[in-house]
């Protein structure tokens, strides 16, 4: 699944090509993705004009003038750039966005989880999104904030990085990477994780996140670039992946183990 660095990279890929361009048509192959596209999209987008793109945890926000269109690549979804007009669409391609200045913006999706959501109100304030936490590179999550959202709970220290209610974006394979940094174990109690611990964390999110962006996102399968090709931070990892392989610290071999349904990689002599 496209993480946090994956959807930023994505939209800062767009971004160029559509900010202060006018909508010329959207072209809608599917409309049965994770909630029903508006068929009305393809009467209400010609003509508006794209002021800006804003990224909010998983979610791509463009300002359409007259409302905006929330993006969520889902589980497998993909926005590229074509380089061709004729670049003839695949089973797996449902909507192309077009411009005036002729850049058109496609949307793959084989699993088909993604969303594309019309809104004429403030999207912060949509369903999907009001209740989200901080995101992690802001300056609102710092060690108080976690302290204080962590100090009731007892359940395991990345369950707790990986809800969307305590820090946005967050996802499996850099809350691995951010606890093994760290040096905290994904199966520590959140809140007996103490507040320098909790400062290490926080900068270890923080720069693991941006080392991803940096780096072009994880190659996942099914997720490409804007231009089709595909990030290289999986050379970086030091647990994600390699249960039964060396520590890169200090040659303990790496644990596996099952949390929320998600599989967890941790070092158990670097991690405690």
Same mark, same amino acid.
């Given at each position: ?11 800062? &890929?767009?971004?160029? #090509? ?19 596209? %508006?068929?009305?999209?393809?009467? $209400?987008?010609?003509?508006?004009? $794209? ?15 007259? &409302? ?14 074509? /380089?061709?007009?004729?670049? @003839?669409?695949?089973?797996? =391609? ?14 793959? =999706?084989?699993?088909? #989880?993604?969303?594309? +959501?019309?809104?004429? *109100?403030?999207?912060? =304030? ?7 936490? %901080? ?16 100090? /009731? ?17 967050? &996802?499996?394979?850099?809350? !691995? ?5 760290? *040096? ?6 959140? !809140? ?9 964390? $926080?900068? @270890? +999110? ?5 080392? @991803? ?13 804007? =231009? ?15 249960? &039964? ?18 599989? /967890? #990689? ?7």
């Amino acid at each position: 699944m496209p993480e946090l660095p994956e959807v930023e990279i994505t939209k800062r &890929g767009i971004e160029p #090509f559509l900010v202060g361009q006018t909508i010329e048509k959207i072209v809608l192959r599917n409309l049965k993705l994770r909630w029903p596209i %508006p068929k009305k999209l393809r009467t $209400i987008l010609p003509s508006l004009k $794209i002021r800006s793109i804003e990224r909010r945890a998983k979610y791509i926000l463009i300002d359409c003038s007259a &409302g905006w269109l929330i993006i969520h690549l889902g589980m497998s979804g993909s926005l590229r750039l074509l /380089s061709s007009l004729n670049e @003839a669409p695949t089973k797996h =391609d449902h909507y192309d966005l077009y411009t005036t200045n002729n850049t058109i913006i496609r949307y793959r =999706d084989p699993r088909k #989880f993604g969303a594309l +959501i019309w809104t004429t *109100g403030n999207p912060y =304030d949509h369903r999907l999104i009001k209740h989200l936490g %901080p995101e992690p590179l802001s300056e609102e999550f710092n060690r108080e904030f976690l302290y204080q959202k962590l100090r /009731s709970k007892s359940s395991k220290i990345k369950l707790q990085i990986m809800n969307n209610q305590v820090v946005t974006g967050v &996802g499996n394979i850099y809350a !691995n990477e951010s606890l093994f940094h760290a *040096g905290i174990s994904p199966i520590r109690q959140a !809140n007996k994780v103490t507040r320098p611990k909790l400062e290490l964390l $926080i900068v @270890a +999110i923080k720069a693991t996140l941006e080392r @991803a962006i940096c780096a072009g996102g994880s190659s996942l399968q099914d997720f490409y670039l804007t =231009d089709g090709s595909t990030g290289y931070f999986q050379q970086q990892y030091m647990v994600y992946g390699r249960a &039964g392989k060396p520590c890169h610290k200090c040659k303990t071999t790496i644990k596996s183990v099952i949390l929320g349904q998600r599989s /967890s #990689f941790y070092c158990p002599k670097c991690q405690k």
